[in-house]
């Protein structure tokens, strides 16, 4: 697999599969001088002239020139050794990766590179450039590569470097099952990624003709396509969009987080003979680029400098900090490698510092050295030359994007200091997001991994919730509109506050985010900024995008669909989905484990158990368990045991007992359903696709799986959409897409249906291709194999841990506390990818996009959770249904746990009812038409398997579960519940204005308070009795109108907190109402316009 690592070397850039006699042409290059000059995205825009320039060197190359002297500057400056041809080679942990352009010295030409920069192994770190230039694949019709080649560089000299063909297997081509050489594509290198995106801007015309007269030949006229020749043999352009960076990153396996060995002296191009000396090298070479072999045996991480700040700034009252209207930095507290810092600004503080402690917990020392600064600019001017002394490779924050970083390069530019020239970051744009990127050190701001990775509730994932939950601390807290009086009136308070953010970000980033974003670096062609920044679906793709460039597979264009729709009886469609995952509210009060509850037993259902005793037993032996039947010494005792259980329960149906509150739930259910059912976007197929392929008709591949599908659509019919489209005040209208058209047609359904569209269900069949190349299942597959080893050596490192602990060995403790730490970090870093399989496949603009597929992984999982609902009626009390697992109480009596011994005194222990539900979905959900290609003997076959991999898990017995009642008569709540573990500690609440963001003081106070007084009581009464008593005390404020309380605390309660997400002038134009816009109307008016101008 791509993420597993190959360690090959190679030199530099992906010169094409020539299979078959495969040719490349170019031009011929004369090698000139060892000098690699580039030019950054980042650098600057003002370039320093180049000393003793060549007259005959272009202004762009020139301009190359300066900026690649600036970069190497800045970098020497951060501590980075720059690797010119002629260094010794080294070895070194990659830690980062930056796009460049290189004016080249055998070509002379600008070529795409990456700057590379490692952390030695020596101690001293260094830069060495990949050097690859960007292509794009073309096909051509009748498949034509060669006539399109000869074309192309006919008409495109200027911008093409290389033409090769390659074999790629095209997953969207007819029959491409059949061609094991692949579909032959036309390679086009370009010098730059600008000229490769101009000669895709010359072809799309071309391309976009040709696709409209292909869809116009009948079969009759096909062999017109026998005498196209030139740019109309032009038929798709593939991987046009891909980044410079992806691009290396994939073609050269290159991964941060790994070691490697670097030879600053390598070449690219012509040559594959490994046995060329250097001089033939440079005679042969297209162009020079870093050697670059992955070193395997390494597995222990380097240790890259860490420095984690945050700042403190003044305000005025009621307002957000404003670096533009003089609101100044008074205080930087930051930590490094541990050692912590303090910055102050007497201008605006009061009084010195004193150097001090702040450990929280003794895991988390914290140590401060305070520097006492006259102004502001000293201020600054001290944090930045204490970061070029300690020169990090990491640089933390926490939302440092949007406030740190930009309001500390405001007030530097104020104070006429510039960050980019004192510690190299500046402002780059990210599609709609601002970042803050160095070239030297990567920035890795913690709130992206919390929103992304953390799983923590919307309400808590503010530093200091996050703290609390996560490092098991309270840290300090001071209200924003106290910190710049308290920097005149207490500032030893405020700096025990600022540097306590400071030790929170740091400690947050070393115990969860580092281990996390590198262990997905070693796995994703990205540099870590990206891995942490980047959506879930875009590191699924481009997991998908290294998997199928290890397979020889061209990857699909991104999928647009800007067609109008159409239903069957003519209908414009407005929009389309399907039925997701089934979730459902069954029951409502409170469950516990030591009050009785009433059960009605079904006697069948007892009857079908004793039935399928063996086969249920056998499954959990062998199936589950992984042992053979004939190992088991007691299998005879359980069956026994379990059978008496059973007939007791059948004597006495109708019982009241204690009730087991179980949560049984499928593992990695939707990856599991891709598994089971080989579904990829590739393999939804329809009619046509099978008529064209040669296996058609006995081949047995063709699985048939229902989804429902849901859409939209106008009220108007097709006829008066027609109507309409010429009785416009305009000319006819072509496309009906146009806003002025829509307009129309949706007042037209309004007033002559009273609605404007109507929803339709349909439940429909999705054909599965059960030979199709199986690589985005063999991605899944290696995902989720690996995150389940993962786990397994999580749960034997705890189990170290805990010896470690009883015998006090600290050396193993710490050990086993790192190792901990490392394997959970890496199976969440699996857990993250391996969740966004499903739903990638409907993200916009996936390359691999199936709404069938993802509506049939959804009808699957709920079939699934529906018949384990159907069984659970039958025995037991179904309290709620998740999307992959269901809440229930079963009856004391009902059996509960067996363990199976075995010949060499292993013992397994089993869950009946989690044993009883695997065995009959493996009954009812396997796939028995699973086929996987043979190729390792000739010739190859498909040999056909049966495959289920959905299991169930089994979490509990719980303590508790309340779930409440609606406020509407026969409706549920869905997702809204809290559930209690035997030591009565609170494991599971969803849904409570307790975790959301906002909401009413007062409510979350009540919530934080009556939720333990469900435990009390010996019976329901009693605790429905407890919870009156805190619920009548909140009653009476509310009936009192708070008289109990003083102001200040009255008021405290009945805040809401409320982000609002556009400028208040834009709610008030579209006519919106709220209580938030109307707070922001009345501040405006208390405290003037300028207060809500944002």
Known sequence: ????????????????????????????????????????????????????????????????????????????????????????????????????????????????????????????????????????????????????????????????????????????????????????????????????????????????????????????????????????????????????????????????????????????????????????????????????????????????????????????????????????????????????????????????????????????????????????????????EQYRANRPRVVVTYNGDNFDFPFLEKRADANGLDMYNEIGFKQTSQMQSVEYRSRTAVHLDCLYWVNRDSYLPQGSRGLKAVTKVLLG??????????????????????????????????????????????????????????????????????????????????????????????????????????????????????????????????????????????????????????????????????????????????????????????????????PNIILTNRLQPHAIVDSATCAACDFNGDSNCQRYMKWTWRGEHYTASRGEVEMLKRSGPGPVVEDISDPSFMKRLKEYSRKNYRRITDTRIQERVATVCQRENSFYVDTVRAFRDRRYDLKQMLKRWKKKLREARERADEAQILEAESMIVLYDSLQLAHKCILNSFYGYVMRRGARWYSMEMAGVVTQTGAHIIRGARQFIERIGVPLELDTDGIWCTLPKSFPENFVFKTKEGQMHQMSFICSVFNQEVHQNFSNHQYQYLNDKQAPASYEVSTECSIFFEVDGPYKAMILPASKEENKQLKKRYAVFNDAGKLVELKGFEIKRRGELKLVKVFQGEVFNKFLDGSSLEECYDAVASVANRYLDVLEEEGHMYDDESLIALLMEQNNMSRSLAEYITDGQKSLAITTAKRLAELLGEQMVRD
């Open 1 to 384: 697999m791509g993420f597993s690592g190959r360690g090959n070397g190679f030199r530099g850039g992906w010169k094409g599969i020539r299979r078959g006699g495969g040719r490349g042409r170019g031009r011929g290059y004369g090698f000139k001088s060892s000098r690699r000059l580039a030019h950054s995205s980042w650098g600057s825009d003002e370039p320093v002239q180049a000393e003793n320039a060549d007259p005959k060197t272009s202004t762009t190359e020139r301009k190359s020139l300066d900026r690649r002297k600036e970069m190497d500057f800045q970098d020497s400056n951060s501590g980075v050794e720059v690797l010119s041809a002629g260094s010794r080679p080294r070895l070194g942990w990659l830690y980062n990766m930056a796009s460049v352009t290189v004016l080249d010295s055998i070509s002379e030409k600008l070529v795409q590179g990456a700057d590379l920069f490692f952390i030695g192994s020596d101690g001293a770190d260094f830069r060495a450039t990949a050097v690859m230039r960007p292509y794009l694949y073309l096909s051509a019709l009748e498949d034509k590569v060669g006539e399109l080649e000869t074309s192309l560089l006919k008409l495109y000299p200027e911008l093409i470097a290389c033409c090769t063909v390659t074999y790629l297997e095209d997953l969207d081509a007819p029959n491409h099952l059949s061609m094991r050489e692949g579909r032959p594509y036309l390679k086009v290198e370009s010098w730059t990624m600008k000229e490769s995106n101009d000669l895709r801007q010359m072809l799309i015309p071309f391309q976009r003709k040709n696709q409209a007269s292909k869809k116009k030949l009948g079969v009759a006229d096909a062999a017109e396509l026998e005498y196209r020749a030139g740019l109309d043999l032009l038929d798709d352009i593939r991987e046009y969009d891909v980044s410079p960076l992806n691009r290396i990153a994939i073609d050269m396996n290159l991964r941060a987080g790994h070691w490697y060995r670097v030879d600053p002296d390598g070449f690219s191009g012509a040559s594959t003979d490994v046995t060329d000396s250097e001089g033939q090298l440079e005679k042969k070479a297209e162009y020079r680029s870093v050697h670059l072999e992955r070193v395997e045996e390494i597995l222990e991480r380097a240790t890259p400098t860490v420095l984690a700040y945050d700042i403190e700034c003044t305000k005025q009252p009621l307002r957000f900090p404003d670096a533009d209207e003089g609101d100044k930095v008074m205080m930087i507290s930051w930590m490094i490698d541990g050692h912590g810092f303090l910055g102050v600004n007497r201008e605006v503080v009061s009084a010195d510092i004193a150097p001090f402690s702040y450990t929280p917990k003794p895991e988390f020392p914290g140590d401060f050295v305070i520097f006492n600064e006259p102004d502001e600019k000293a201020l600054l001017e001290r944090f930045f």
């Open 473 to 670: 601390y309270d840290p300090l807290e001071l209200d924003p509109e106290e910190m710049t009086p308290a920097a005149k009136s207490r500032p030893h308070l405020l700096a025990s506050y600022s540097v306590s953010d400071a030790v929170c970000t740091y400690y947050l980033y070393m115990k969860y985010v580092h281990p996390f974003v590198f262990s997905l670096c070693t796995i994703l062609p990205l540099n870590p900024d990206d891995v942490l920044r980047k959506g879930s679906g875009t590191l699924c793709e481009l997991l998908l995008m290294s998997e199928a460039k290890e397979k020889l597979i061209v990857a699909p264009n991104k999928h647009e669909d800007y067609s109008v729709k159409h239903t069957p009886d003519g209908h414009m469609l407005e929009n389309e989905t399907y039925i997701g995952g089934h979730v459902e509210a069954l029951q409502s009060g409170i469950f516990r484990s030591d009050i009785p509850m009433k059960f009605r037993i079904d006697r069948s259902a007892i009857e079908e158990l004793e039935k399928k005793i063996d086969s249920v037993l056998i499954f959990a032996v062998e199936a589950e368990a992984k042992k053979n039947l004939e190992d088991i010494i007691n299998y005879d005792e359980l069956k026994e045991s379990i059978l008496n259980q059973l007939a007791e329960l059948k004597k006495n149906t109708c019982l009241t007992e204690n009730p087991l509150i179980y949560h049984l739930d499928v593992g990695a259910m939707y």
